[in-house]
Nanobody, 123 residues
Framework: VQLVESGGGSVQVGGSLRLSCVASGYTYSSNCMGWFRQIPGKAREGVAVLDRIVGTTYVDSVKGRFTISEDNAKASLYLQMNDLKVEDTGVYYC???????????????????WGQGTQVTVS
């Protein structure tokens, strides 16, 4: 399984970015994928997850600002980030789980494969 993210960058407070993740070698349409972020010195945090059984899940701090979506035909996962804040800064990772129906979708321990990460800087 290979996950490749793109779309990170630097943006001002209040701006927008769209992250993309292309999955290969993964049963995309039947499982669970999500976005996580990490700041140096802190644990990896679940941001948004799309689970075939559980549905979509967002961490409270991004509700109403971020939207996770997919394009099955392109085996792609997206994260639209609007009204960005300084605290959204971090390395964003795309992740995929071996099965859907995770008890704790935002817990990074439930995911088996990870992308290389893309930096998002809000200032």
């Amino acid at each position: 399984v290979q996950l490749v993210e793109s779309g990170g960058g630097s943006v001002q407070v209040g701006g927008s970015l769209r992250l993309s993740c292309v999955a290969s070698g993964y049963t995309y349409s039947s499982n669970c994928m999500g976005w996580f972020r990490q700041i140096p010195g802190k644990a990896r945090e679940g941001v948004a997850v799309l689970d075939r059984i559980v549905g979509t899940t967002y961490v409270d701090s991004v509700k109403g600002r971020f939207t996770i979506s997919e394009d099955n035909a392109k085996a792609s996962l997206y994260l639209q980030m609007n009204d960005l804040k300084v605290e959204d800064t971090g390395v964003y990772y795309c992740a995929a789980a071996a099965a859907a129906g995770l008890d704790y979708p935002l817990d990074f321990a439930g995911y088996n494969w990870w992308g290389q990460g893309t930096q998002v800087t809000v200032s």
